[in-house]
C-alpha cells in the first residue's frame, strides 16, 4: 500500500510539474510547423526549438571544431548497465581529447539501469532537466515524454542539419534503420543507438551431421525426411556409446532462443520472438495460433513427444537446463542463435550444421525475417538552451575513432592490415575509463561492415543469414514492421495487457497439445479463448497501423 501510494503522489507530482514545464504552449518549442515523411501524415506544432537555435550566436560554428569558441557546458543525463562500474566521465582520456576538439564541456550525472525509471520520473516531475538524456542501454517513452508532455523535443529537423555523420550512415542503408524512431505524431525525438550485425533472421536451425554420417543418412530434404532422421537418432545409438542416451529434438516449452515458437516455421508460419501475430505475404495482420501451420506444428510435436524423440522435460525445463544439454554435445537438432561463443563444447561445434527448414509438401517455410533498427540513444529536452551544440556534441560522438575508443576504451582497438578497426578488448576490466554499450553509438550494417573487423562470432551469423536468404524461406514483409507501427500510449498499453493474455493461452494450450494431441474440440475451445480476450481489436489496432507504412 505505501509503494502504490508514493506511485500515486509520483504521478500527481508530475502532472502538477508539467503545467510549470515546457508544455504544449511553450514557445520554445512551438513556434513553426513541420511536416514529417513518415506514413506522409502532417505532424503537428511541435518542432524542434528554433528559439534555442537563435540564441547560439556567433560563439557557435555551425562546422568545423572547435564546435563553440568560448567554452559552454552542457549537462547531460547519462543510463548505464547496472554491471558498469566506470571512473568518473571527465577523468577518462577519450572525454578529455573530445572536449579539447569541441570547446563543449559536460557534466555527467550517471544513473544505474535499476535506478533509471525512479530517477527518470523523480526529473521530469522537478522541473529541471539535463541539457541531453542519454539512455543508450535503458528506455524512455518517447510517447508520453515527447507526444504527449513535450518534455523532449523533436529533433528530425535537428539531425539533417547538424549530425552529417549519422545522416550519412543512414543514407547509406538499402532501408532506413532509423524508421522505427518515428512516434505517433510523425517526430521523431530521439538520437538513434545502433550496433549492426548485417543479420536478416534471429533463430537458425541446426542438425547433428557426424550423426547423419554415423548412420549413413543423407540431409534431410522434406518434413517426412526429417522426421525419419529424428527418429533414427533416438533409436539408433549414432554416437556409439551402446545406451539410449541421445536428445534427438531438443527444446523448451517458452524458453526464448529456444521456444517451441521456433519450430513454427517449418509449417509456414513466421514466428515472432515477442507477439505471437505476423505479417502475411498480403500485408495482413494474422493471429499466429489460429492458423493451420500452428495446429499443424504442435501434432507434429505430440508425435515426437510420444515417440520419445522431443525431450521429455520440453514442458518443465528452463533455459538453463536446456543450455546445459547442448553444451555437453548429445543432441540432434535445435534452434540456436549462432554456435560459435555460446558456451557450447567443442563436440557441437564439430558435429553441428546449419540446416535450412523445409515444410510439408505443398507449403513454403517461412522464417521471421529481422531488420537491423536503431533503438532510442539520446534526447534533447525542452529546456536546452544549446540545442545546436547539443546536436554536433553528439555528432562528435560518433567521428568514428572518438565512437570506438568510446565503446572499447582508447587502448581497445586498433587497426589490422586491411585498415578495419579490430577490438582488443579482453572485457576483464573491473573499473574502465571508457563508457562502453553505454556511450552513443551508430554503425547500421553497411557502415560497421566497411570500417571494424567482425568477430568470427558475427561473421558465422551473417554467414548463415546469407544462406537462408539464398535459400528463399525467408518471411516477404518483416513483423519488425509491428516494431515501426505508429501506436499512441494508450494504444501501446492496451496491446500490451492483450499481448499477455494471448501469450498465456498459447503456452498452457502448447503444453497440452504437446502431451495429449489436438482433438478438434480441444482446438476449437483454443481458437474461440482468442476472441474473448479481444484479439480482433487488438489485430486491428496493427492492421490500421501498418496500413499506413510504405512497407518494402
Known amino acids: 500500500m505505501r509503494r502504490k501510494a508514493v506511485i500515486i503522489m509520483l504521478v500527481c507530482t508530475m502532472l502538477m510539474m508539467s503545467f510549470s514545464g515546457c508544455g504544449k504552449n511553450n514557445t520554445a518549442t512551438n513556434n513553426s510547423s513541420t511536416e514529417s515523411g513518415a506514413s506522409g501524415t502532417t505532424a503537428p506544432d511541435n518542432t524542434t526549438g528554433s528559439a534555442q537555435e537563435e540564441q547560439s550566436g556567433s560563439n557557435f560554428n555551425e562546422t568545423g571544431y572547435p564546435i563553440v569558441n568560448e567554452s559552454v557546458t552542457l549537462n547531460v543525463m547519462l543510463g548505464i548497465r547496472d554491471v558498469d562500474s566506470l571512473i568518473a566521465p571527465n577523468e577518462m582520456d577519450v572525454i578529455k581529447t573530445l572536449e579539447e576538439e569541441t570547446g563543449i564541456h559536460v557534466e555527467w550525472e550517471i544513473v544505474k539501469g535499476s535506478d533509471w525509471e525512479t530517477k527518470t520520473n523523480l526529473m521530469f516531475a522537478s522541473g529541471e532537466y539535463p541539457d541531453i538524456i542519454m539512455a543508450t542501454t535503458s528506455t524512455l517513452d518517447d510517447e508520453e515524454y515527447g507526444v504527449t508532455q513535450q518534455l523532449v523535443v523533436p529533433v528530425e529537423d535537428l539531425i539533417d542539419k547538424y549530425m552529417p555523420n549519422y545522416t550519412s550512415r543512414v543514407e547509406a542503408e538499402t532501408q532506413d534503420p532509423t524508421a522505427g524512431l518515428v512516434a505517433s505524431d510523425g517526430h521523431t525525438y530521439s538520437v538513434g543507438y545502433m550496433v549492426g550485425q548485417y543479420i536478416n533472421t534471429n533463430q537458425h536451425f541446426f542438425i547433428n551431421q557426424t550423426w547423419l554420417d554415423a548412420l549413413g543418412m543423407a540431409m534431410p530434404t522434406s518434413l517426412d525426411e526429417l522426421t525419419a532422421v529424428l527418429t533414427a537418432f533416438a533409436t539408433q545409438d549414432p554416437n ?174 586498433e587497426y589490422n592490415a586491411e585498415g578495419k578497426i579490430e577490438s582488443t578488448t579482453t572485457g576483464s576490466e573491473e573499473i574502465k575509463d571508457w563508457l562502453d554499450c553505454n556511450t552513443l553509438f551508430f554503425a547500421p550494417g553497411s557502415y560497421i561492415s566497411s570500417v571494424f573487423q567482425m568477430s568470427p562470432q558475427r561473421i558465422e551469423k551473417t554467414d548463415y543469414c546469407k544462406e537462408y536468404e539464398a535459400a528463399g524461406v525467408m518471411q516477404k514483409y518483416s513483423n519488425d514492421y509491428l516494431k515501426l507501427a505508429p501506436l499512441t500510449s494508450e494504444q501501446i498499453q492496451g496491446t500490451v495487457l492483450t499481448e499477455t493474455d494471448i501469450n498465456n493461452a498459447v503456452i498452457e494450450y502448447a503444453a497440452k497439445f504437446i502431451i495429449d494431441g489436438v482433438t478438434d474440440t480441444e482446438w476449437d475451445k483454443f481458437v474461440n479463448l482468442f476472441g474473448d480476450m479481444g484479439a480482433d481489436d487488438y489485430i486491428s489496432v496493427y492492421q490500421n497501423a501498418i496500413d499506413q507504412l510504405d512497407m518494402e
Request: hydrophobic share 35%.
Open 240 to 413: 556409439g556409446n551402446g545406451e539410449n542416451d541421445e536428445v534427438a529434438l531438443e527444446m523448451g516449452l517458452d524458453t526464448g532462443f529456444y521456444s517451441i515458437r521456433y519450430m513454427l516455421p517449418m509449417f509456414g508460419v513466421p514466428c515472432d520472438p515477442s507477439k505471437w501475430i505476423y505479417i502475411d505475404d498480403n500485408k495482413q495482420v494474422q493471429l499466429t495460433p489460429v492458423q493451420n501451420g500452428f495446429r499443424e506444428c504442435m501434432e507434429w510435436l505430440h508425435t515426437m513427444y510420444t515417440e520419445g524423440i522431443l525431450d521429455t522435460e520440453v514442458i518443465s525445463q528452463d533455459i538453463n537446463t536446456i543450455e546445459t544439454k547442448l553444451k555437453e554435445g548429445n543432441v540432434g537438432f535445435f534452434t540456436c542463435w549462432r554456435l560459435t561463443a555460446m558456451g557450447f563444447d567443442d563436440g557441437v561445434m564439430k558435429d553441428c550444421v546449419l540446416y535450412t527448414p523445409v515444410a510439408p509438401e505443398g507449403e513454403q517455410a517461412s522464417m521471421y525475417k529481422l531488420i537491423e533498427m536503431a533503438n532510442d540513444g539520446a534526447y534533447i529536452t525542452c529546456t536546452n538552451d544549446k540545442i545546436p551544440e547539443s546536436m554536433r556534441w553528439l555528432d562528435a560522438l560518433l567521428e568514428k575513432e572518438t565512437m570506438f575508443s568510446l565503446y572499447y576504451g582508447p587502448n581497445g582497438w
